[in-house]
Structure formats: C-alpha cells, structure tokens
C-alpha cells in the first residue's frame, strides 16, 4: 500500500509541474505573439501595396509583385487591388505595404 501511495504522489506532483510549466509556456507564447501583432488595420484605400505571388516561376523569381493600388476594403481581412489594371480581391495575408524607395520611384504611378 505504501509503494503506491508513493507512486501516486509522485505522480500528482510530476502533474503539477507538468501544468505549472504549461500556463508559463502559454503566457510566454502569449507574450511573443502580441509584440508582432498588430489590431489596427496597415491598409488604406489609395494606399500601394505588395501583392504576394502563390507560385513563383523558379526559386529565384520574385516572390512579391507591385507596387498596386488599394481601391477598396471589402472587410478586416479582404481589400480590392488593382493588379494590372483588373480589380482582384485580395486576402490581407498576401499583403505587404509598400514604402518608398530609390529602386521604386514615389512618380511610377501604376494605378
């Protein structure tokens, strides 16, 4: 009687450890997660933006294309883009915004 006793004290006390690490590994993930995370909307309508590319030629084509112009937000996660003069909806996660640089001149107006 006594060795299970032992043994299922053992085991109750390897359980708390066991939980006691995973609410620590919860709210650290929690943590890591809410630093990128962003709640406000990073599109607007007019603004230029990336679009991704869902099968790029080879491994060493560009695995982005734009910039494109926003025209609409359909919802939180869906906007109407201008892809070479068609207007695409488009999921915000295949989404980058553009920001100006020498290589993409602010006057290249691809709208």
């Not at 939980?19 to 909307?41: G, H, L, P, W």
């Not at 294309?65 to 926003?70: E, V």
């Not at 919802?75 to 020498?102: A, C, F, G, Q």
Request: proline letters at 4%; hydrophobic letters at 30%; aromatic letters at 12%.
């Amino acid at each position: 009687k006594k060795a299970a006793y032992e043994l299922h004290k053992t085991i109750g006390n390897i359980m708390n450890k066991v939980q006691k690490t995973m609410n620590q590994r919860v709210k650290y993930m929690s943590k890591q997660y809410d630093k990128k995370a962003t709640f406000e909307s990073l599109f607007e309508t007019g603004q230029y933006c990336y679009v991704k590319i869902n099968v790029p030629k080879s491994k060493f084509s560009a695995r982005w294309t734009g910039p494109w112009k926003i025209v609409k937000k359909v919802n939180e996660h869906l906007y109407i883009v201008l892809v070479n003069d068609k207007e695409t909806v488009i999921n915000i996660s295949k989404m980058k915004p553009y920001s100006h640089s020498k290589y993409f001149p602010e006057n290249r107006d691809r709208s």
